[in-house]
């Protein structure tokens, strides 16, 4: 993305650097079309940690949102995601950053690991989801939902990505997602396809 002193700012309401990083090269065509400089919410020391208390990733994709657009003034967006696995009735799902009682990415992935240990393979079927939002100043909300399905695999593999990357492989590949080029993930990615269909709202709003 290439940013100037005459693009408008638009918040993007996470500390996760990875989801700053992804996100970037996801929405750079609509932002240079657009005249957006997307910047992270580290731009904003002072902004409110926001209580995750929805109960689905829309709910809390909005809070995120929300809360920065109202901090800001600016419009901001917000991603909320995890990982959803059938046979646990859609868990860890919203829980996914906090399955292992905040002890971070590596324990988060450890515990699932051990949870589906005697789940057989053609029963470890799951999708990473992503909700996108939208919030502007003047009231405007808009969300969309993204998602990417496949199978949890036996044991971590790969380097690249964050989370829950390294266990999980997509519906027709033998790799996990931490194998793939950070290219690869953005063409297939839950957060590209959510954010992918946000871009539509972004210009739909702020063009000028
Ligand atoms: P913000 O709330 O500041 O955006 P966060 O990391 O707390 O950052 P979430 O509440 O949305 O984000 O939690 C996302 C969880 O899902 C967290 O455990 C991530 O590691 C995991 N996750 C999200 N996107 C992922 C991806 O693309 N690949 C693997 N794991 C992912």
């Known amino acids: 993305m290439t940013s100037g ?23 750079a065509d609509v932002c240079d079309r657009l005249g957006l400089e997307v910047v992270g919410l580290d731009d904003y020391p002072g902004a409110p940690d926001v209580v995750e208390d929805g109960v689905t990733f829309e709910e809390n994709a909005l809070r995120k949102a929300v809360s920065a657009a109202e901090f800001t003034g600016l419009p901001a967006l917000a991603d909320d995601s995890g990982i959803s696995v059938d ?28 949870q589906l240990a005697d789940v057989r393979d053609e029963h470890r079927s799951g999708a990473f989801v992503c909700a996108a939002a939208l919030a502007l100043p003047d009231g405007t909300r808009e969300v969309e939902l993204g998602r990417l399905t496949g199978t949890v695999v036996r044991e971590p593999r790969g380097s690249g990505g964050f ?25 297939i990615s839950h957060r590209a396809l959510a954010f992918r269909a946000l871009a539509a709202h972004l210009q739909e709003h702020l063009s000028t």
Do not use: C, M
């Open 5 to 27: 002193p005459t693009r408008r700012r638009v918040v993007l309401a996470t500390r996760n650097r990875h989801k700053v990083a992804e996100l970037q090269v996801i929405l």
């Open 87 to 114: 046979v646990l009735g859609g868990a860890p799902g919203i829980f996914s950053a906090r399955w292992s009682g905040g002890r971070g990415d590596r324990a988060n992935l450890e515990l699932l690991l051990a």
């Open 163 to 187: 989370g829950y990357d390294p266990v999980f492989a997509p519906d027709g590949s033998q790799r996990t997602v931490a194998e793939y080029a950070a290219e690869e993930k953005n063409e």
